[in-house]
C-alpha cells in the first residue's frame, strides 16, 4: 500500500472549462482523496467555500515555500 504524503500539496488553476467556482491562476490545497486520484480526480475547497472534485486536468502541482504554505494554515 502506498502511503501518503503528510505535507499539503499545492495545485494552480490552469483551465476552468464550466466551472464557475474555479479561479485561472489561483493556487489550492488538494484535500486527500486517493479514490478520486485513481479516476483523474482531485479534491479542492473551491470558491463556494466547500470541497469538490474537479478533473486533475485542470490543475498543476506546485511547491510552495514553508512560509506560503503555513499562511494557508492560519487563513483556514
Do not use: H, T, W
Not at 506560503?68 to 492560519?74: A, D, G, W
Request: net charge negative; glycine share 2%.
Amino acid at each position: 500500500m502506498k502511503e501518503i504524503d503528510p505535507k499539503p500539496q499545492f495545485v494552480v488553476c490552469v483551465k476552468n472549462e464550466s466551472c464557475s467556482d474555479l479561479e485561472l491562476r489561483k493556487v489550492y490545497e488538494v484535500l486527500p482523496d486517493p479514490k478520486a486520484a485513481k479516476d483523474d480526480y482531485i479534491r479542492i475547497i473551491d470558491e463556494s467555500g466547500e470541497d469538490y472534485l474537479y478533473p486533475a486536468s485542470y490543475f498543476y502541482p506546485v511547491k510552495l515555500p514553508k512560509v506560503v504554505r503555513e499562511s494557508f494554515r492560519i487563513a483556514a
